[in-house]
């Protein structure tokens, strides 16, 4: 820095540069990190082909599992030892193979099979178990949907099921049958707009709609804009509370 008044200077500042030589880092070199950073950094070396062998052989030796054999053929595709590598990663996936198909007895088990071994020497028998396997499962499913629940479930867990059509149908029978009261219709609208019962539920709306007062359907639409209320210490849904009064009070239909 210099004073612009009197020109003098007021500091100075310096930087020392030490360029490291190759033979600085050859000599340096301890560990395989060293001789990788060596290659790196001299990859021209007179150096590099002894060092570059030096650093195959730590990875063979250092092979003695699936990882690390897998590292090795990853680096040294057409190693030095490539093919005993090879047939030694083989015998090793092979062993794990054998244990998870030994654990494949469930459908956890199944899944996590296929997800493994797509290519597993095992695959096609534990395709054919999984598929009866879910079979088992969908039928189970079936014949237990006897509540809405349980059959909106069961379209849930088997969206493409061979009982699935069947099932939809069954849905929306169920909240057809509902449709006794003015909130169990607009229930049924609203989940079917398109339904096969929705000319027919629409109809009926507008005959209960003839049969209603301005107040009794200004008093219906204000409780459709409430969500939720607390009935004798119960959280129903304002379509429960709708059809709940219609049917009880105004016998609307």
Same mark, same amino acid.
């Given at each position: 820095?210099?004073? !612009?008044?009197?020109?003098?200077?007021?500091?100075?500042?310096?930087?020392?540069?030490?360029?490291?030589?190759?033979?600085?880092?050859?000599?340096?070199i301890?560990?395989?990190?060293?001789?990788?950073?060596?290659?790196?950094?001299?990859?021209?070396?007179?150096?590099?082909?002894?060092i570059?062998?030096?650093?195959? /052989?730590?990875?063979?030796?250092?092979?003695?599992?699936?990882?690390?054999?897998?590292?090795? !053929?990853?680096l040294?595709?057409?190693?030095?030892?490539?093919?005993?590598?090879?047939?030694?990663?083989?015998? *090793?996936?092979?062993?794990?193979? #054998?244990?998870?198909?030994?654990?494949?007895n469930? @459908?956890p088990?199944?899944?996590?099979?296929?997800k493994?071994?797509?290519?597993? =020497?095992h695959?096609?028998?534990?395709k054919?178990?999984?598929?009866?396997?879910?079979?088992?499962?969908?039928? =189970?499913?079936?014949?237990?949907?006897?509540?809405i629940?349980? &059959?909106?479930?069961?379209?849930? /867990?088997?969206?493409?099921?061979?009982? *699935?059509?069947e099932m939809?149908?069954?849905?929306?029978e169920?909240?057809?049958? &509902?449709?006794?009261t003015? $909130? $169990?219709k607009?229930?049924? !609208?609203?989940?079917?707009?398109?339904?096969?019962?929705a000319?027919?539920? +629409?109809?009926?709306?507008e005959v209960? =709609?003839?049969? +209603?007062?301005e107040?009794?359907i200004?008093?219906? #639409?204000?409780y459709n804009?409430?969500?939720?209320?607390?009935?004798? @210490?119960?959280?129903?849904?304002s379509? /429960?509370?709708? @059809?709940?009064?219609?049917?009880?009070?105004?016998?609307?239909?």
């Open positions: 820095e210099i004073d !612009l008044v009197d020109k003098t200077p007021k500091s100075i500042r310096a930087t020392l540069v030490i360029q490291y030589t190759e033979e600085y880092y050859y000599k340096k301890s560990t395989i990190n060293d001789k990788i950073e060596f290659i790196e950094k001299f990859p021209n070396s007179k150096y590099s082909s002894n570059k062998t030096e650093i195959e /052989q730590y990875y063979y030796d250092d092979a003695t599992n699936k990882e690390s054999y897998e590292k090795y !053929l990853e040294y595709p057409t190693g030095k030892y490539i093919e005993e590598i090879k047939r030694k990663s083989n015998e *090793v996936n092979s062993e794990i193979d #054998e244990a998870y198909f030994e654990e494949a469930d @459908g088990g199944y899944e996590l099979y296929i493994k071994f797509p290519n597993g =020497k695959i096609e028998e534990v054919t178990k999984y598929q009866k396997y879910l079979s088992d499962l969908e039928d =189970k499913f079936y014949k237990n949907a006897n509540t629940e349980k &059959m909106e479930e069961y379209v849930i /867990q088997f969206p493409e099921g061979k009982n *699935v059509e939809k149908d069954k849905i929306e169920y909240y057809y049958r &509902m449709t006794t003015y $909130g $169990g607009e229930e049924y !609208l609203k989940r079917y707009p398109k339904g096969k019962y000319t027919k539920v +629409m109809a009926k709306i209960a =709609k003839s049969k +209603m007062s107040e009794d200004e008093e219906k #639409e204000n804009k409430v969500e939720s209320k607390i009935v004798d @210490g119960l959280e129903i849904n379509i /429960q509370l709708v @059809g709940t009064l219609v049917s009880n009070d105004k016998g609307w239909e």
